[in-house]
């Protein structure tokens, strides 16, 4: 018996939440997988100011050997892949989710009220916590989403497709115009000087980040956070027509063929999930290594880490998602899988509890070392927030049903108090 299996509860009643014998293993074996790898994908941002996130030069000493070959590495493995991977299983949940809702007799649009609570723990998560938030854009693109919830897996992934190729092709273009113009200054100094105030209107916007979140206390930075960082909520929805809507499409797709339950022939799984590992990486190293041999100047790093891997990530993405399902069901009855299950059945527990756990470690008025860690150093905070929720994913879930937000989550979707305890 799957360790998922193991940890299952009772059968619900009609219109009730998926029991745990009814959960896909490898959907909650693939969300752990991402919920620790989203960890190491917002390190930098939970450390620094958010600047630093896309560009090494916001921290505050030039990047040396050591961080170069860090931030390659991350680039190429975690970066917009984990969001990636987690995105299309919150689509492939989605699906789950309806199905199981039409089978006991509620409404496809039971959905839609979990996901206007999610947007709800958004913003909260956004304001007092991180404003790095993805909740929120998960809860928008999911209420566009949920009208195709049901159309065949091949035209969810024909539109899923094709509308993210269009999205990354227009988000890549939004980028060009400064690239070219960093790169040839001479061809138009004006706009080139026009291009240099802004960039560094966003280095004093990093400045007065950094002043905030080491200096302040926590009611000055959730000032800060709703003075300067409100408009990113209202810039999400662009964002998630590009990448989200449709990355969720193609869960959806992938959920209804089978890839997550042994629906589709594992051998040529296996040989598309490394065609596309293989591609995305291929298609992306010469553009991390084009930033990391021009220095990172501000503009090129940006297109490289932001827009320019856009399409050549998907096909990563989707073979890491064929690799980890057929990987699943074998690695979860192991030790260490059993806790990477857990700690995916915890998903929203475990990701709004390291924005917890990050805070304490790097505000002013707790840990301190908000703008002081390398890249290196990050890491290893990184590993210690791993071992936190393996650590504690598995022995909740061994005394109560549901991870604490789960369980609210569900309360709050049904209308209806769950039982927590076992």
């Known amino acids: 018996m799957t360790e998922a299996a193991q940890i299952g509860g009772t059968q619900p009643a009609v219109g009730g939440p998926v029991a745990g014998a009814d959960r896909l293993v490898s959907l909650d074996f693939i969300r752990g997988i991402a919920v620790l790898g989203i960890l190491f994908a917002n390190i930098v941002a939970f450390g620094h100011p958010m600047l630093a996130y896309a ?10 050997p050591a961080d170069k070959a860090l931030w390659l590495v991350q680039y190429l493995l975690i970066d917009g892949k984990m969001r990636g991977l987690f995105t299309l299983l919150f689509g492939a949940g989605m699906a789950l989710f309806v199905d199981h809702a039409l089978a006991r007799g509620a ?9 206007a609570w999610l947007m709800l723990f958004g913003v909260i998560h956004f304001f007092l916590l991180f404003w790095g938030d993805i909740l929120f854009i998960y809860a ?8 195709m919830v049901r159309m065949q897996a091949s035209v969810l992934l024909a539109v899923g497709i094709v509308w993210y190729l269009v999205g990354g092709l227009f988000f890549a273009l939004m980028f060009v115009g400064a690239v070219q113009l960093e790169r040839s200054a001479e061809l138009a100094p004006q706009a080139y000087e026009t291009l240099q105030a802004d960039w560094r209107e966003r280095e004093r916007d990093a400045a007065a980040e950094l002043a905030a979140f080491r200096k302040g206390n926590y009611a000055e930075e959730v000032a800060f956070t709703w003075r300067a960082r409100s408009h990113v909520l209202s810039q999400s929805p662009t964002f998630a027509l590009i990448e989200t809507v449709p990355l969720m499409l193609i869960g959806m797709a992938l959920y209804r063929f089978g890839m997550f339950s042994g629906g589709l022939d594992p051998g040529a799984m296996r040989r598309w999930g490394w065609a596309g590992v293989i591609a995305g990486i291929a298609l992306t190293l010469p553009l991390g290594l084009w930033a990391v041999r021009a220095g990172f100047p501000p503009y090129l790093t940006e297109f490289v880490f932001n827009a320019a891997p856009q399409i050549p990530r998907l096909p990563m993405v989707i073979g890491l998602a064929a690799l980890l399902a057929l990987w699943a069901p074998r690695a979860a009855t192991g030790r260490l899988g059993g806790r990477v299950v857990a700690a995916g059945r915890m998903a929203l527990s475990n990701y709004i509890g390291t924005s917890i756990v990050m805070m304490l470690v790097f505000r002013h008025w707790a840990g301190g070392l908000f703008g002081e860690l390398a890249r290196p150093a990050l890491l290893v905070v990184v590993a210690l927030g791993w071992l936190t929720m393996l650590a504690w994913s598995r022995p909740w879930l061994a005394r109560f049903r549901y991870g604490p937000l789960e369980w ?4 709050l979707t049904y209308g209806r108090f769950f039982p927590l305890r076992r």
């Open 55 to 64: 560009w090494p030069g916001a921290f505050p000493a030039p990047p040396g």
């Open 107 to 115: 409404s496809a649009w039971l959905q839609l009220r979990r996901l």
């Open 140 to 147: 928008f693109s999911g209420m566009v989403a949920l009208p």
């Open 408 to 411: 609210a989550w569900r309360c």
